[in-house]
């Protein structure tokens, strides 16, 4: 579900629930809505106000744990990628190729993580790696050391482009960590029950609409908030690619 659609469908449902308690005020019997009925219904929209806050709290914690696990993940690519180019660089002309494509790897593997969430794919289990990729191991794999110091550099350029292929595959499969749709569904239920126990009690006026819509637009705004947040590479809130862009120019 997109941000748009979370808050248009928890800002119609609020809205629903308050007029339906309207409704209800002016269809029930007076004295239905006093006494003990009118406490035991207050109480029970109290406790559900409270249990509504405490999930929207967990939402807005699941959401930036996803926003700040993605974010780490691209940053470390891009930390990863310096550091490749850097011990090539160090090995000498016989790793030339493998730095070529290295350069390649970058704007390519950018463009394709933001357009493949942007598409709705990741967390496809049918991941494949790139021909460009491919031929960056095999390159590095490849290389041919000649003394102890391009033994050492060719194993920690390997250790480091597996650290980069295991990040690649979270930032993929980790792409799709939104908010379950049956959760949401949930707790849009539970947010239009406590407007339309408001409206059940609260004598309709100009203030009471207007206050009405204030709540509703504020909640619906928090979800739309929560539920961009969980998708990391889309909406208002997305992860940047400066981590990985500002790498081009330092493996010139």
Same mark, same amino acid.
Request: charged share 10%; glycine share 2%.
């Given at each position: 579900m997109s941000s748009t659609a979370a808050f248009l469908a928890s800002f119609a449902a609020i809205l629903i629930g308050a007029a339906l308690g309207t409704g209800l005020r002016r269809a029930l019997p007076t004295e239905l809505l006093e006494g003990g009925a009118k406490e035991a219904i207050r109480l029970s929209a109290g406790f559900l106000s409270t249990l509504a806050a405490l999930v929207i709290g967990l !939402?807005? @914690?699941? @959401?930036?744990n996803t926003y700040d696990n993605q974010n780490s993940n691209i940053r470390q690519l891009?930390? %990863? @990628?310096?550091?490749?180019?850097? !011990? /090539?660089t160090k090995y000498g002309p016989q790793a030339k190729a493998a730095r070529t494509l290295l350069r390649e790897i970058i704007p390519s593997a950018t463009a394709r993580i933001w357009r493949e969430n942007a598409a709705g794919k990741g967390g496809d289990p049918d991941f494949v790696v790139s021909e460009t990729a491919e031929r960056f191991y095999r390159a590095v794999e490849g290389l041919n050391p000649a003394n102890a110091e391009q033994t050492s550099l060719k194993s920690r350029i390997i250790q480091i482009t597996t650290d980069m292929g295991r990040t690649r595959l979270l930032v993929f499969?980790?792409?799709?960590d939104a908010i379950p /749709?049956? $959760? $949401?569904?949930? /707790?849009? $239920?539970? /947010?239009a029950v406590i407007f339309a126990s408001f409206s059940l009690f609260a004598e309709p006026g100009l203030i009471v609409v207007i206050s009405t819509l204030v709540f509703a637009l504020s909640v619906s705004s928090a979800l739309f908030l929560i539920v961009d947040l969980s998708h990391p590479f889309q909406g208002l809130m997305q992860v940047s %690619? #400066? #981590?990985l862009q500002m790498v081009l120019p330092k493996i010139e």
């Open positions: !939402m807005i @914690a699941s @959401a930036k891009g930390t %990863n @990628a310096v550091l490749v180019d850097e !011990m /090539l499969t980790q792409a799709d /749709l049956p $959760f $949401f569904i949930v /707790l849009v $239920f539970w /947010l %690619n #400066h #981590h």
